[in-house]
């Protein structure tokens, strides 16, 4: 028997070494399962150099002046990413708190609206829009339906020279609207209601004033009440005028071929309404792609609904087929923005639970043309950094 007098016998040098290399092993099993049970993941160090470079490229191609981007997939690391600079004038770099505009993303929150009151049967997707709203070509053809998913024929307001003209020249001209649907209502009917797919945000501003007179409540206070409360999104509002929340980023025009930037006034919020007018973060479109793609506000029958519902998206916004206010690109559920210096794309995977957001506080000078979205590439060129991915497995902290 060993005891103080009897010290145990040395180890040779082989021996040592590999009673060392077991403690070490020891320690860092150990130490990863503390980290585990702190919240701590295993993540692809190689693949975040992926999706850096891939926010880097785009960002280069259209010489704009920043991102901020977050991915989420299911057993890795969220993966959230600010790059270049919220002002020019001062300096400012972006960071991953501040707010944007996030344009026409705005119609899923309110179609999301719209599906819960008809399950609730406060109202009837199949109610014609002339039972809510007097004056529009075609009003008692045209169901409530065919508004959320861009088949109603009526025009885009946003597409019409004299509000693009008003509203370029004049930000901060308060609109009401009727005088958006004024905009629209002499060139519609473009086709009769269901014959084909054309992407108008008249068709949501219609849906806004339904919801209004519907609830008998304002627009923002029923967004509120139904989606930004139940999904605790706080950094995310339906503003009445021309402001942001602190931080926020300077809005730009960009010249992709020059790389000149051009500041732009913030745009009032009046010409957007329930289609365009909505403020919000990464983090609080994170949770909103989450609930946008599972349906966790809807029935699941109205989910069903809001994708099964679906044609192919031949003009706007580029999507392989729009459903109820969601768009689609293979695999993914979600929507784009665009306004005046801001574009924003959000998705979610319905296969894997993966999640993209990129905002972009820039717009390029030609993008009424052309429909360029910086946010889109930026999401496209994530999504084959995904499909790309043979890394190296590292620690890294949520």
Same mark, same amino acid.
């Given at each position: 028997?060993?005891?103080?007098?009897?010290?145990?016998?040395?180890?040779?040098?082989?021996?040592?070494?590999?009673?060392?290399?077991?403690?070490?092993?020891?320690?860092?099993?150990?130490?990863?399962?503390?980290?585990?049970?702190?919240?701590?993941?295993?993540?692809?160090?190689?693949?975040? +150099?992926?999706?850096?470079?891939?926010?880097?490229?785009?960002?280069?191609?259209?010489?704009?002046?920043?991102?901020?981007?977050?991915?989420?997939?299911?057993?890795?690391?969220?993966?959230?990413?600010?790059?270049?600079?919220?002002?020019?004038?001062?300096?400012?770099?972006?960071?991953?708190?501040?707010?944007?505009?996030?344009?026409?993303?705005?119609?899923?929150?309110?179609?999301?609206?719209?599906?819960?009151?008809?399950? +609730?049967?406060?109202?009837?997707?199949?109610?014609?829009?002339?039972?809510?709203?007097?004056?529009?070509?075609?009003?008692?053809?045209?169901?409530?339906?065919?508004?959320?998913?861009?088949?109603?024929?009526?025009?885009?307001?946003?597409?019409?020279?004299?509000?693009?003209?008003?509203?370029?020249?004049?930000?901060?001209?308060?609109?009401?609207?009727?005088?958006?649907?004024?905009?629209?209502?002499?060139?519609? $009917?473009?086709?009769?209601?269901?014959?084909?797919?054309?992407?108008?945000?008249?068709?949501?501003?219609?849906?806004?004033?339904?919801?209004?007179?519907?609830?008998?409540?304002?627009?923002?206070?029923?967004?509120?009440?139904?989606?930004?409360?139940?999904?605790?999104?706080?950094?995310?509002?339906?503003?009445?005028?021309?402001?942001?929340?602190?931080?926020?980023?300077?809005?730009? +025009?960009?010249?992709?071929?020059?790389?000149?930037?051009?500041?732009?006034?913030?745009?009032?919020?009046?010409?957007?309404?329930?289609?365009?007018?909505?403020?919000?973060?990464?983090?609080?479109?994170?949770?909103?792609?989450?609930?946008?793609?599972?349906?966790?506000?809807?029935?699941?029958?109205?989910?069903?609904?809001?994708?099964?519902?679906?044609?192919?998206?031949? %003009?706007?916004?580029?999507?392989?087929?729009?459903?109820?206010?969601?768009?689609?690109? +293979?695999?993914?559920?979600?929507?784009?923005?665009?306004?005046?210096?801001?574009?924003?794309?959000?998705?979610?995977?319905?296969?894997?639970?993966?999640?993209?957001?990129?905002?972009?506080?820039?717009?390029?000078?030609?993008?009424?043309?052309?429909?360029?979205?910086?946010?889109?590439?930026?999401?496209? %060129?994530?999504?084959?950094?995904?499909?790309?991915?043979?890394?190296?497995?590292?620690?890294? $902290?949520?």
């Amino acid at each position: 028997m060993m005891n103080a007098r009897h010290p145990p016998p040395s180890l040779s040098p082989q021996q040592g070494r590999a009673r060392l290399w077991l403690l070490l092993l020891g320690g860092l099993g150990a130490l990863c399962i503390l980290l585990a049970g702190c919240g701590f993941y295993y993540v692809n160090f190689e693949k975040t +150099e992926q999706y850096e470079s891939a926010v880097r490229r785009v960002l280069n191609r259209y010489q704009a002046p920043g991102a901020v981007v977050g991915v989420w997939i299911p057993g890795d690391t969220p993966w959230r990413f600010a790059t270049g600079v919220a002002n020019t004038a001062s300096g400012a770099r972006l960071n991953t708190r501040h707010h944007f505009a996030i344009a026409d993303i705005t119609k899923s929150f309110t179609v999301t609206i719209l599906l819960q009151l008809d399950s +609730e049967q406060k109202l009837s997707l199949h109610d014609k829009i002339g039972k809510y709203v007097t004056g529009i070509p075609n009003g008692q053809s045209i169901s409530l339906l065919q508004l959320a998913a861009m088949e109603s024929g009526i025009q885009d307001y946003r597409g019409v020279g004299g509000f693009l003209a008003q509203s370029w020249d004049h930000p901060d001209t308060i609109w009401t609207t009727q005088q958006l649907l004024d905009f629209a209502i002499p060139e519609s $009917p473009l086709f009769s209601p269901g014959a084909r797919y054309h992407y108008s945000s008249t068709n949501t501003i219609l849906l806004g004033m339904v919801i209004e007179r519907v609830t008998g409540a304002a627009f923002a206070s029923v967004l509120r009440e139904r989606i930004l409360i139940p999904l605790d999104l706080e950094q995310t509002s339906y503003p009445d005028t021309a402001t942001l929340p602190d931080p926020h980023p300077q809005p730009y +025009e960009v010249d992709p071929q020059s790389g000149s930037l051009i500041p732009l006034a913030l745009f009032h919020p009046s010409g957007l309404g329930a289609a365009g007018a909505m403020v919000s973060t990464l983090d609080d479109l994170h949770a909103w792609a989450l609930a946008l793609g599972k349906g966790d506000l809807l029935t699941s029958d109205a989910q069903a609904l809001r994708l099964s519902h679906s044609r192919s998206a031949s %003009a706007g916004p580029r999507y392989d087929r729009y459903g109820l206010g969601i768009g689609m690109r +293979e695999e993914w559920v979600g929507h784009l923005g665009a306004t005046y210096g801001f574009q924003s794309a959000l998705f979610f995977d319905r296969d894997s639970g993966a999640a993209i957001v990129v905002l972009v506080n820039a717009s390029p000078s030609q993008s009424n043309l052309n429909n360029d979205n910086i946010a889109e590439e930026i999401f496209l %060129a994530l999504t084959d950094a995904i499909k790309n991915d043979r890394g190296v497995v590292g620690i890294w $902290p949520f």
